[in-house]
């Protein structure tokens, strides 16, 4: 069965998954809305199915085109009213991480999901990557459950768009990109954060400041108002006792040209070591286990288009609506690594530990 898909947003991460859900056999991607002129191919010819008709009101496009899925990526402060919509419009639910800015507008969505019996996939693409399922499954093994984690995050800044850099907008700096991280820790430590603490602040990136994203097309911007951080350090204290740590610095000029890249990291309590760095070398060694450098299959699941996992997590959404079955990365996943990033920025603000 081909699915009628719509995408709504279509900046860097839309127009990825607008191109993405096109080059699938099953999939019609037969609207697409922005505001702005389109980020996506004008001409037919550059799309399998046919150029997607273009809108700038989402609630018209639903209103028109009554899709059967719709991909929300627009600014974080908007999931909710763009998901209300799409789901009051009887739409299964592709929508971008992070669930949204807040605890209770995330239950909002995950309740109006159920209750219109509507799936909801979250763009956690790392859920979808042959690379993290790898360390996931070698945390699960018995006897070498893995008891602290670490993840450093050392990046060039988000793209000079100010809504980046708004703590009401995107619930803050770690809410907008960690909770891919924290995603991580749960799924490879498999159990429930209970505590987080985190101290953080802006070492560089600050109202009025001068902002040059090295993979953002527009030109270098002065963003007036910053009020999000630019750097942290966030434990995770879990309920099995393990514990995570995240470093995260938002000001590598121009980007992180450290050797091993994002660094992933795992112990286990038998001894056994785990290390995942820039997404594509993981390294696995302990008692009795030589340390070896594991051969994954990288393309496997982004089909050379880009993020790891980014394919396949197209492909398993349009296998959920065959099925009618569970996303992976499902609301209830959304919302845990949320729950953590939100309680990291709040650490923050008051400066002491949050129990979940
Ligand atoms: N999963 C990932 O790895 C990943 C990566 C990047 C971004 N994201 C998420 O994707 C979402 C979008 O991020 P981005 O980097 O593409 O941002 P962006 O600023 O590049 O794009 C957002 C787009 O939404 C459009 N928009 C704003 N209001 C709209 C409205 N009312 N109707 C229709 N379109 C509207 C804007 O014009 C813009 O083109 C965010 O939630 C972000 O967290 C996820």
Aim: proline share 5%; charged share 25%; hydrophobic share 40%.
């Amino acid at each position: 069965m081909v699915h009628r898909l719509a995408v709504i947003g279509l900046g860097d991460m839309g127009s990825a998954h607008a191109r993405g859900f096109d080059q699938l056999e099953n999939c019609h991607v037969v609207a697409t809305v922005d505001l702005n002129p389109s980020g996506v191919p004008q001409h037919a010819t550059e799309w399998r199915h046919g150029l997607p008709r273009h809108y700038t009101n989402y609630r018209e496009m639903l209103e028109r085109e009554k899709p059967e899925a719709v991909v929300v990526a627009v600014p974080d402060l908007l999931h909710r009213e763009v998901s209300e919509a799409v789901l009051h419009a009887g739409c299964d639910l592709l929508l971008e991480k992070p669930v949204a800015t807040t605890l209770a507008d995330t239950d909002a969505i995950i309740a109006l999901a159920a209750e219109k019996n509507k799936l909801l996939q979250i763009g956690l693409v790392y859920r979808y990557s042959n690379f993290y399922r790898r360390m996931a499954e070698l945390g699960a093994q018995p006897g070498h459950e893995v008891t602290l984690m670490w993840c450093k995050e050392l990046r060039q800044p988000f793209p000079q768009r100010p809504w980046f850099y708004s703590q009401h907008a995107t619930g803050g700096t770690i809410v907008e990109k960690d909770c891919h991280h924290f995603d991580i820790f749960n799924w490879v430590i498999g159990s429930r954060a209970v505590r987080v603490f985190a101290t953080g602040g802006q070492h560089r990136w600050k109202s009025g400041s001068e902002i040059a994203c090295n993979y953002c097309p527009d030109p270098p911007r002065v963003i007036e108002q910053i009020d999000t951080v630019d750097h942290a350090l966030v434990t995770v204290d879990y309920e099995n006792g393990a514990r995570a740590c995240l470093i995260l610095c938002m000001y590598l000029t121009p980007q992180n040209v450290m050797p091993e890249g994002l660094e992933i990291g795992a112990i286990a309590r038998s001894g056994r070591q785990i290390c995942a760095y820039g997404d594509s070398r993981m390294g696995v060694g302990g008692i009795g286990e030589p340390f070896t450098w594991e051969t994954i299959d990288m393309k496997g699941d982004n089909d050379g288009l880009g993020h790891i996992g980014c394919q396949e997590q197209r492909r398993d959404f349009l296998r959920c609506l065959d099925e009618r079955r569970t996303p992976l990365a499902d609301g209830k996943v959304g919302r845990d690594s949320l729950a953590i990033a939100l309680a990291a920025e709040q650490s923050i603000r008051e400066m002491r530990p949050i129990d979940l």
